[in-house]
């Protein structure tokens, strides 16, 4: 087939299903798709979506209210852009939108599916969340690994006072501090020198592939939409993917050849342990191993250190509640020690920080899609078999409707005589579910609400804060750069000052 008569075959494709669509809109039948905005011919609603789609897709939500149907190229999507929406979806009808939806994501990076995150559901992806639900997740495994997270970060804590009156990119050490914390429990052995991050050009390249991997997977990519044109890679997402991974995986053939002598970390445990969930008896291959670490790497890094760059940035915004936060900490820790984890219980106007940070800064803005494996009713609408899901968890997370001042940060919502006091974000309240929730919630969950605690409460703790060639606090560029995982537009550029007794920062 020539190019032009593909071309000439696309268009009167499209021009087909554009004429069916219009004809369905006028033709009343029982099967009430929700509403939304009428699609373009061939690329549907991707024109909708705009620079930052939760954004966009809030927006739309005003206008038709908080169950969208878009048509995204030939693929129905649909919208929950409401607390009591999502709930229908991820609690009523979980079971249906358990899997994930075909994307390029999954395909050219995390090894054709064979991944935890992307995994069908079914036996092979059970398998793969018990192994991390027993040997990282568990209580007992957090609690046996929790000298490694305080050790950490009591690195960066130095590392920050050796900064002296240098210009720190706060979440570039962020990331190395949660990249070495998990690099110890699954590796034995940090990643990145002496944790520092100081002049590492190793560290700097493992955030930037991090990031690279969240924006790409973040990407609208036309050919998920339109098969057809999945080969012409219009936007050279595909090319990039494949030269991402290209990356990664050298990195991870690495990290596994050196891990096969009987270490007894995550990674060798993994080498070893049998498949009993499809009755083989099989190991686990190197390919679905990597695809795994691929995820803890990813998933488990960059979403606590970004989400700490966003707390730090907030308290600088509003000096008085950082100043209370220290307070707090002064009373119940002390100037003469650094935070531990057994102090987080205690520190509630710390926590009421966090949940304010997850709130209005959710590190996931749209839940991972899912696809509905047969059809269903939500809401008296008909939602097609196929069709996938993406829940707006920003918009809900700000919806007037629930929250008052939803743009306002105020920590204070979540106190005793606020207006969410027992809301908590472990995907029961689902007017805050950052870590999604039902069946897909994120696996790592525990220990990311444990690191980012733990790294808020010390940097808080331990040091006053002051922006890079003395901007004022109120003209701090809080503007969102959009991908899978919600990152700053410019990073978090500012000067640590210890507050704490000299000895503290030398200890750990």
Request: net charge neutral; aromatic share 8%.
């Amino acid at each position: 087939m020539t190019i032009l008569t593909f071309l000439l075959y696309t268009c009167i494709t499209g021009l087909v299903f554009y004429a069916l669509h219009l004809f369905n809109l006028r033709t009343p039948h029982r099967n009430r798709l929700p509403p939304g905005p009428t699609p373009w011919p061939i690329v549907g609603n991707l024109p909708h979506l705009g620079r930052v789609p939760h954004h966009s897709l809030a927006d739309l939500a005003t206008k038709y209210g908080p169950l969208l149907h878009l048509r995204l190229g030939f693929v129905d999507v649909v919208v929950a852009g409401s607390a009591s929406v999502a709930a229908q979806f991820l609690k009523v009808h979980d079971a249906n939108f358990a899997s994930r939806p075909p994307n390029s994501g999954a395909k050219h990076m995390a090894y054709n599916y064979q991944d935890m995150v992307f995994a069908p559901y079914g036996p092979k992806w059970r398998m793969l969340r018990k192994i991390c639900s027993v040997h990282l997740f568990s209580t007992k495994a957090l609690d046996d690994f929790r000298h490694v997270r305080q050790e950490e970060v009591a690195i960066l804590a130095r590392a920050l006072v050796g900064a002296g009156e240098s210009t720190v990119k706060l979440g570039q050490l962020l990331n190395v501090c949660t990249t070495n914390a998990l690099a110890r429990v699954m590796l034995g052995r940090r990643v990145f020198g002496d944790g520092s991050g100081g002049g590492d050009s190793k560290s700097d390249e493992f955030k930037d592939m991090v990031m690279e991997m969240m924006v790409l997977a973040g990407e609208f990519n036309i050919g998920d939409f339109i098969p057809a044109l999945d080969w012409l890679d219009l936007q050279s997402v595909t090319k990039k993917m494949k030269k991402l991974h290209v990356r990664f995986d050298s990195f991870l053939n690495t990290i596994l050849e050196e891990h096969k002598s009987g270490n007894m970390d995550f990674v060798s445990r993994l080498i070893s342990v049998k498949d009993d969930a499809d009755g083989q008896g099989g190991k686990l291959s190197d390919t679905e191993i990597k695809a795994l670490l691929l995820n803890l790497f990813a998933a488990g890094t960059d979403t606590s250190s970004s989400t700490v760059e966003w707390a730090i940035a907030e308290l600088i915004r509003h000096p008085q509640l950082l100043k209370q936060a220290q307070e707090e900490m002064d009373t119940i820790v002390g100037r003469d020690r650094l935070v531990t984890e057994v102090d987080l219980s205690r520190l509630t106007f710390l926590q009421a920080i966090v949940k304010e940070i997850f709130r209005l800064h959710p590190s996931t803005p749209l839940s991972l899609p899912r696809i509905a494996s047969d059809t269903c009713e939500v809401d008296g609408y008909y939602i097609p078999k196929g069709s996938t899901l993406l829940v707006n968890v920003w918009a809900i997370s700000r919806d007037p409707k629930i929250w008052s001042n939803p743009l306002e940060f105020q920590p204070t919502r979540f106190l005793p005589g606020g207006e969410k006091p027992d809301a908590d974000v472990k995907g029961n309240d689902f007017e805050l579910i950052p870590f999604g929730a039902g069946r897909r919630i994120c696996a790592g969950m525990s220990l990311g609400l444990k690191m980012v605690q733990l790294l808020t409460a010390t940097l808080v703790h331990a040091f006053d804060w002051e922006l890079a060639n003395g901007l004022d606090p109120d003209k701090l560029n809080m503007e969102e750069a959009y991908g899978l995982t919600l990152q700053r537009a410019t990073p978090l550029m500012v000067h640590p000052r210890p507050r704490l007794a000299p000895h503290v920062y030398q200890s750990g």
